[in-house]
């Protein structure tokens, strides 16, 4: 798969404050401009420290950023880096655009440039559930004030037909897209000319709070509409199939149904491949004959090996060998990942300022939170191409 890099967020900011500013310095008759005012202001929950869409997780790696923007142009642009009060579930489920518009207002005045950073998806912060969080209102707040405003990390899906007026000043900057896998996945049909495509969505998709491995059943359920919706049956026909990788039957039952319709199965789900890829090669189905494709959206997440052969508690040597084995008919679709970074010395700094602003920003000590290595890594790209 072509590397997809996180969009460096001071790149973007860049270009469009100096769209903004051209136009605010332009209207002062004066000889020498003063430096144009941004505020860079995030917005968000604070709690589910766990999750990549928490403020807690997120607030390090932007006020990085804006330290680094100002770095750059220091002389041009005066940049500063706030939260609104809103921080906990219940108050930005509740009045988040309330909260919002009273900052907003409090704080503007003639020349200053306001910047919004939102983490993207219906949930700020884990344990916001259920879509509560009114997204598109806040959104559509900030496009009335002509406010850009970066939706990070999930990001919605505003391209194309799915882009609304109201959100027509929203960037958004998804980390990983679920539509590049997608993308990668029907060109990989097309190349092979794979026709019947045996589609699984595992319902035990891993642990419950994790969005973004809850989000591969609908990525293969997608391929499957897109298949569906191709003309003239070009890209073949779908059969779609419900499984529960932690029911022994289910398993048998969905190799039994995908060896009778297909040899190309697109498994969605995370854990769960595991289970399933040993309980086929125990069918004679992993001796090349049968292909299975999966997804990994975080390939740099620390102790996590949701799509992997590997369990870091499973030392059987014959289990151990048996899941490599097995393995080797599994196809994982996932983005490039530069692991030497975290080698480095200046992967640890970064890694020792994530946490000291995680305890000074929000009163979460090392114990209670350890930072997604994904926000490293976004930090990283962030300062190499500022």
């Given at each position: 798969?072509?590397?997809?890099?996180?969009?460096?967020?001071?790149v973007c900011i860049s270009y469009i404050f100096v769209q903004h500013c051209l136009v605010v310095a332009t209207s002062f008759k004066m000889s020498r401009p003063t430096a144009v005012e941004v505020e860079v202001v995030a917005f968000g929950a604070v709690t589910g420290t766990r999750s990549r869409t928490s403020l807690?997780?997120?607030?390090?790696?932007?006020?990085?950023?804006?330290?680094?923007?100002?770095?750059?142009?220091?002389?041009?642009?005066?940049?500063?880096?706030?939260?609104?009060?809103?921080?906990?579930?219940?108050?930005?489920?509740?009045?988040?655009?309330?909260?919002?518009?009273?900052?907003?207002?409090?704080?503007?005045?003639?020349?200053?440039?306001?910047?919004?950073?939102?983490?993207?998806?219906?949930?700020?912060?884990?344990?916001?559930?259920?879509?509560?969080?009114?997204?598109?209102?806040?959104?559509?707040?900030?496009?009335?004030?002509?406010?850009?405003?970066?939706?990070?990390?999930?990001?919605?899906?505003?391209?194309?037909?799915?882009?609304?007026?109201?959100?027509?000043?929203?960037?958004?900057?998804?980390q990983n897209p679920a539509e590049k896998h997608v993308n990668v996945i029907v060109s990989l049909l097309r190349q092979y000319a794979w026709k019947t495509i045996f589609i699984v969505h595992d319902k035990i998709s891993g642990n419950p709070q994790d969005i973004f491995v809850q989000s591969y059943g609908p990525m293969?359920?997608?391929?499957?509409?897109?298949?569906?919706?191709?003309?003239?049956?070009?890209?073949?026909?779908?059969?779609?199939?419900?499984?529960?990788?932690?029911?022994?039957?289910?398993?048998?039952?969905?190799?039994?149904?995908?060896?009778?319709?297909?040899?190309?199965?697109?498994?969605?789900?995370?854990?769960?491949?595991?289970?399933?890829?040993?309980?086929?090669?125990?069918?004679?189905?992993?001796?090349?004959?049968?292909?299975?494709?999966?997804?990994?959206?975080?390939?740099?997440?620390?102790?996590?090996?949701?799509?992997?052969?590997?369990?870091?508690?499973?030392?059987?040597?014959?289990?151990?060998?048996?899941?490599?084995?097995?393995?080797?008919?599994?196809?994982?679709?996932?983005?490039?990942?530069?692991?030497?970074?975290?080698?480095?010395?200046?992967?640890?700094?970064?890694?020792?300022?994530?946490?000291?602003?995680?305890?000074?920003?929000?009163?979460?000590?090392?114990?209670?939170?350890?930072?997604?290595?994904?926000?490293?890594?976004?930090?990283?790209?962030?300062?190499?191409?500022?």
């Amino acid at each position: 798969m072509v590397a997809h890099r996180f969009g460096p967020i001071s790149v973007c900011i860049s270009y469009i404050f100096v769209q903004h500013c051209l136009v605010v310095a332009t209207s002062f008759k004066m000889s020498r401009p003063t430096a144009v005012e941004v505020e860079v202001v995030a917005f968000g929950a604070v709690t589910g420290t766990r999750s990549r869409t928490s403020l807690a997780v997120l607030g390090p790696t932007y006020s990085l950023a804006v330290e680094d923007l100002q770095r750059k142009y220091n002389e041009s642009l005066h940049f500063t880096y706030s939260e609104p009060g809103a921080r906990t579930c219940l108050t930005v489920v509740s009045k988040s655009s309330e909260f919002l518009a009273d900052y907003y207002y409090r704080q503007e005045r003639l020349g200053k440039v306001f910047v919004f950073v939102h983490g993207g998806g219906e949930m700020p912060g884990f344990p916001c559930s259920n879509g509560d969080f009114p997204t598109a209102a806040v959104l559509s707040l900030t496009s009335f004030w002509n406010s850009l405003t970066l939706n990070t990390i999930t990001g919605i899906d505003l391209t194309r037909e799915n882009l609304l007026p109201m959100l027509s000043t929203v960037l958004s900057l998804a980390q990983n897209p679920a539509e590049k896998h997608v993308n990668v996945i029907v060109s990989l049909l097309r190349q092979y000319a794979w026709k019947t495509i045996f589609i699984v969505h595992d319902k035990i998709s891993g642990n419950p709070q994790d969005i973004f491995v809850q989000s591969y059943g609908p990525m293969m359920k997608q391929v499957g509409l897109l298949m569906l919706a191709a003309p003239r049956n070009e890209l073949g026909v779908p059969t779609f199939h419900e499984m529960r990788s932690n029911d022994d039957d289910s398993c048998s039952d969905t190799l039994a149904k995908f060896q009778s319709v297909s040899r190309v199965m697109l498994f969605g789900g995370s854990e769960g491949i595991r289970k399933l890829m040993l309980a086929a090669r125990l069918q004679n189905m992993t001796d090349g004959s049968y292909v299975y494709i999966t997804v990994d959206m975080w390939p740099e997440a620390p102790n996590q090996f949701w799509s992997s052969w590997y369990r870091p508690d499973i030392t059987d040597h014959a289990e151990v060998y048996a899941a490599t084995e097995a393995f080797r008919s599994v196809l994982t679709i996932s983005r490039y990942y530069d692991g030497d970074f975290l080698k480095t010395n200046r992967s640890m700094d970064l890694f020792r300022e994530f946490r000291r602003r995680t305890n000074t920003m929000y009163n979460i000590t090392a114990d209670e939170f350890t930072p997604d290595v994904s926000c490293v890594y976004l930090r990283r790209k962030t300062a190499s191409t500022s």
